[in-house]
């Protein structure tokens, strides 16, 4: 009786209404909001094939410990004191994590990583010691192990910031190596084996909509950058077009992920048997790449605002055109892995950029302007190709849900 209290307080019931999403949650979201400018940033004053691999790394670093944390909370009750304290204090070293990110391949190197690795190996830890005081053993040897994992890369964060230099980028990328290959072997440790794929079972709704308040986060930091970089311009016909392009871009990827694929995943994810497998695969890792076509295109925007009318050169180019295309890609895989077909619209758009991108050089005058207008135009006939196709497979899932609801009446 003595160890049953805790357990209510600590962990989520499954019950009706238990996986809303928390005003702490939604709290611990301001730290990424700073993180992910402060990326788009980095990459804007870095914007060499070195400084944009930077970039990814340390995006896919951010993510992974947002991720986790999302996971944490899926499972623990974040309106419990010890929860809120705990995501607390990882606001706090995300925020010390965040202010590293511009000089990370500089001088603070040591700063960045020694933050990463406080909060996912202080995260996880506190996991193990919320389940051992639960009484819930076989939960505590889950994170025991995914906690080896964190300590078997830590070293390699740590060495890279004390070497710095090209080594300090190998070392990060096997350390990210080495965490991102962790689930796919269900952290296999030795002695105690791997984990069961029962035991990483997720409440869907909440997974669902935390990932889908992550790319609202993002596409939040593109207006951002928008706004910013609008006021301190001067107020010119090229200057309000560029505006303009950034903002349509800006709706643009929002109707692509959140008019039938939030949606329609949160229902999937909803409805699946083994929720922890799509979590897995649909939310932490393909979800990535969302995130990363909307911090690229953030960087775009800024470039077209910055110098609307000047020739295009090969670097806007690639980052204005390959955006899109990288998100598409994304809404693509993501749509493909929650029971939607491939998509032929965003095929279409991804082979119509490429073209584009591989025709624009030899277009004359072609302007930074003209392209961002462009590349709106094509990812705005995606958007309603995929509208006029959701109306027939809309129809279909209705017509599917109600027969199983039929079945469940007669059974």
Do not use: C
């Not at 995006?59 to 607390?88: F, H, S």
């Not at 000047?310 to 929650?338: E, H, M, Q, W």
């Not at 950029?353 to 705005?380: E, H, Q, R």
């Amino acid at each position: 009786m003595t160890r049953s209290l805790p357990v209510v307080r600590l962990f989520r019931t499954r019950e009706a209404g238990a996986d809303r999403v928390a005003f702490i949650e939604l709290f611990f979201d301001l730290v990424f909001v700073f993180a992910v400018t402060q990326l788009s940033h980095h990459v804007i004053e870095h914007l060499t094939p070195a400084g944009v691999l930077e970039g990814v790394l340390m995006l896919i670093a951010v993510w992974w410990v947002w991720m986790y944390t999302t996971w944490v909370t899926n499972w623990m009750n974040p309106e419990t004191g010890p929860v809120r304290w705990m995501l607390i204090a990882m606001m706090l070293v995300g925020l010390v994590l965040s202010t590293a990110i511009p000089y990370a391949f500089v001088d603070r190197g040591l700063q960045f990583a020694l933050a990463y690795v406080i909060m996912q190996l202080g995260r996880t830890i506190f996991v193990i010691a919320s389940y051992l005081r639960t009484g819930q053993r076989d939960a505590a040897i889950n994170l025991t192990r995914i906690a080896v994992w964190f300590f078997a890369s830590a070293p390699f964060w740590i060495a890279g910031a004390l070497i710095g230099g090209t080594a300090q980028f190998v070392l990060w990328a096997v350390a990210l190596a080495i965490e991102l290959f962790a689930p796919v072997v269900r952290y296999w440790v030795p002695v105690i084996g791997n984990a069961p794929i029962e035991s990483w079972q997720v409440a869907g709704g909440h997974m669902a909509e935390r990932s889908g308040l992550f790319m609202i986060v993002a596409l939040g930091e593109s207006i951002i950058v928008t706004g910013t970089v609008f006021s301190r311009s001067d107020l010119t016909a090229s200057s309000v077009l560029a505006f303009l392009a950034a903002f349509v871009g800006t709706i643009l990827f929002w109707l692509l992920y959140f008019s039938h694929g939030a949606e329609h995943g949160h229902r999937f994810i909803s409805r699946a048997e083994q929720s922890g497998r799509i979590a897995r695969f649909t939310y932490t890792y393909l979800h990535m790449l969302l995130v990363g076509g909307v911090v690229l295109v953030a960087v775009g925007d800024e470039l077209v605002l910055a110098h609307p009318d000047d020739p295009i050169d090969p670097t806007t180019l690639a980052v204005v055109v390959g955006a899109p295309a990288l998100y598409l890609l994304g809404n693509l895989l993501f749509k493909r892995s929650i029971g939607r077909p491939w998509l032929r619209s965003h095929l279409l758009g991804m082979a119509a950029l490429t073209a584009f991108w591989l025709a624009a050089p030899a277009l004359p005058g072609l302007t930074p302007l003209a392209v961002t207008w462009i590349v709106n135009g094509i990812v705005a006939i995606v958007v309603a190709l995929d509208e006029l196709g959701w109306t027939t497979e809309g129809d279909d899932d209705e017509n599917e849900a109600r027969t199983e609801q039929s079945a469940g009446h007669d059974r």
